[in-house]
């Protein structure tokens, strides 16, 4: 059983608008998660991280929120631009583990 | 050559063969990975080797054999694989081992198993 859930395997945002991609987990043990974002050929590259004491976190167009009660995380990406047009995973794990657990990833398409 | 490197980048193999993955880091970096992502799939960690020392198996058949020589090379050695061995092979390296340091990736080695 998956621990981390992107549930929409793709979402397509005009250009200049928000885009809010998903992620849920089921593991309350979990106190750090993060995103990242891969293009084609090439592999997943660090975006945006945040620690279970925050429910915010925010880098530029980017910003992170964590809603622990709801075992719930979201990107925000605003503006979104045709760089953005990507995957994006969703990963958490437990600050003492190696392990990350990742997400299937949702392909997000900006239309210009 | 910067970042995390991986050779080949496309692989075809029968499942009698033997071919080993290198991956290669510039970064400094005393942790590395590798990942397996099935399609549609999330990536599933299969090994960790930190200061050359593998500290993380993730139950991974036998058919498949890590070798860390030192903290910039890691190799996957394949033999006799199955079909549903196929998927994108991801190597990545971190300055720590745990979750806090950002892992950086390389470009994947496309498996396919005939």
């Known amino acids: 059983d998956q621990q981390v859930k992107q549930n929409s395997p793709s979402l397509s945002v005009q250009e200049g608008r928000i885009s809010i991609l998903n992620c849920d987990y089921t593991n309350s043990m979990f106190d750090y998660f993060l995103w990242y974002k891969k293009y084609p050929a090439e592999g997943p590259t660090f975006l945006i991280s945040i620690s279970s004491i925050k429910d915010k976190n925010e880098d530029g167009r980017f910003t992170v929120f964590l809603n622990k009660s709801a075992k719930h995380l979201s990107l925000h990406i605003v503006p979104s631009q045709p760089g953005d047009s990507a995957v994006y995973f969703c990963a958490a794990g437990e600050g003492s583990n190696y392990q990350l657990i990742w997400g299937a990833g949702t392909k997000l398409i900006i239309k210009p | 050559e910067t970042g995390v490197t991986q050779t080949p980048r496309h692989l075809v193999m029968g499942m009698t063969n033997k071919k080993s993955l290198k991956c290669e880091q510039h970064?400094?970096?005393?942790?590395m990975y590798w990942y397996k992502q099935s399609a549609k799939k999330p990536l599933e960690l299969m090994f960790v080797?930190?200061?050359?020392?593998?500290?993380e198996n993730n139950s991974v058949p036998s058919r498949f054999s890590p070798e860390c020589p030192n903290s910039s090379h890691l190799f996957l050695h394949l033999h006799t694989l199955q079909p549903e061995d196929s998927a994108l092979y991801l190597c990545a390296s971190s300055k720590g081992d745990n979750l806090y340091n950002e892992q950086f990736f390389g470009p994947g080695t496309r498996l396919t198993v005939l």
């Open positions: 080797y930190s200061l050359e020392e593998r500290v």
């Open positions: 970064l400094g970096h005393n942790a």
